[in-house]
């Protein structure tokens, strides 16, 4: 199935294997990946093969194009999880990738999504915080591009909340 969300100035479509190399650059950004808990440093070719093969797997994630060009990820599988490139920083395309994901997933009969993230990371905070997102807990992770030990601030929206900033 091919899907494709249109906001104002994205596309969000399916990652497609042409994107591997434009990925290889993106999260060969330490100050992209330092922010996600899963994503390795350096990040190459291989981790870039096998990111898009489980992506095919998985209905919720899309990637967030501008222009016809890849900024970055956005997914409502497990959680609401999102990543842009660093070129595209303080333009709003997460917060309007994320809003267009949302209003995806709340026209399911799901009635809540959780998501999170590092303490210190000023931009994904508000970006949530946008959202409507609320404070739900904190607990433990530990960061593979750099090794180092964080505590993640969950966040919960649950449609109610959603609703209410529509």
Known sequence: MTEVIKTERLVLRRFRREDSSRLVTLLNELDVVRWLTVVPYPYDTAHS?????????????????????????????????????????????????????????????????????????????????NLGFKPSGQHAATVRSTNEDVTIQDMLLTRRDWEATQ
């Open 49 to 129: 093969a096998e990111f898009i093969d489980s992506m095919s797997y998985d209905q919720d994630a899309f990637a967030i194009t501008n222009e016809g060009v890849l900024i970055g990820c956005v997914s409502t599988g497990s959680q609401l999880g999102y990543w842009i490139g660093k070129g595209s920083w303080g333009q709003g395309f997460v917060t309007e990738a994320c809003r267009a994901m949302l209003d995806r997933f709340f026209r399911s009969d799901r009635d809540e999504l959780s998501s999170g993230y590092h303490l210190g990371n000023d931009r994904s905070k508000a970006v949530l915080s």
